[in-house]
């Protein structure tokens, strides 16, 4: 088996505020691009699991706005819970077939049949055609993500394996660790 490859295409800080706040705040944007590539840049979720989010993976109490990526709710920031909110009220759709009452949650993301989420390759293809590439929103998300939580509680909150979460923990203590060498020579 061979060893995967380190991830190489990340965005600056920078850039990556720019594009997240892009997708919170540009209303030229589709709504379903707009919540996409909020995920990605605030959950570093890929698009493959995007699209398979539900409405009840939604939920609003008196504290805020949460969403369940996998086992445990995420608190959201409250513009993207309007966006949420919005999308969940008029989805999206591309057909008039509908899933059937009682037939389980509806997708946050509806494909042209109600009762299928919407094809990941089209969503994204929609980002990088409006200037909002997936691969290095993900590993700049994943960074920050690394840098911020243990890898348990990341592998808890997103769904990710521990052993990934753990990869990405080393990489970000080793990118860590290159830029205090690179400085420290500096000084």
Known sequence: MQPRAQ???FHDDDEHQDQLLRCLTDQDLPLDVR???AFVRLYALPVTRIVHLTTDCFQRDQDGAYITFDKVPVLLPP???RLIEE???RP???SVLQPAPGSGPAFLFPG???HQPRRPNGLTTQLLERGLPTLAAHNTAMIAIAVDLPPIVASDLFGIHVSTAIEWAALAQDSWADYLAARKATE
Do not use: D, E, Y
Request: hydrophobic letters at 50%; charged letters at 5%; zero cysteines.
């Open 112 to 114: 042209p049949l109600g």
């Open 79 to 81: 513009t993207l819970a």
């Open 7 to 9: 991830p190489t295409v």
């Open 87 to 89: 999308q969940i009220a």
């Open 35 to 37: 919540i996409a590539g």
């Open 92 to 94: 999206l759709t591309r």
